[in-house]
């Protein structure tokens, strides 16, 4: 019911932020929890942040706890994570999802931090 589009993924060197976009195809999004999850080589899929539906509620992995924020603009319809300070264990493809109990998924981008 919800396509999800992320973007902004890309090479950048360690230090260097980042700013992802999730860009929902109905305004259906507002009504919904976001988070965005990562996967890199070899690895399970991971949490990396949420934010609930009015956005006053966040929540962080601790890997990237102060690094990372996560955010919203619903009537754009989309969700965003800016990412600052990165490191190489950083780089992985970063999915956006939505959707009762996460079912709406992204394609996923790339990122890759280089040392």
């Known amino acids: 019911q919800v396509q999800l589009v992320e973007s902004g993924g890309g090479l950048v060197q360690a230090g260097g932020s980042l700013r992802l976009s999730c860009a929902a195809s109905?305004?259906?999004?507002?009504?919904?929890?976001m988070g965005w999850f990562r996967q890199a080589p070899g690895k399970e899929r991971e949490f990396v942040a949420s934010?609930?539906?009015?956005?006053?509620?966040?929540n962080y992995a601790d890997s990237v706890k102060g690094r990372f924020t996560i955010s919203r603009d619903n009537p754009k319809n989309t969700g965003y994570l800016q990412m600052n300070s990165l490191k190489p264990e950083d780089t992985a493809v970063y999915y956006c999802t939505t959707g009762p109990q996460y079912i709406y998924w992204g394609q996923g981008t790339q990122v890759t931090v280089s040392s």
């Open positions: 934010i609930n539906w009015s956005a006053d509620v966040t």
């Open positions: 109905a305004r259906t999004f507002r009504t919904y929890a």
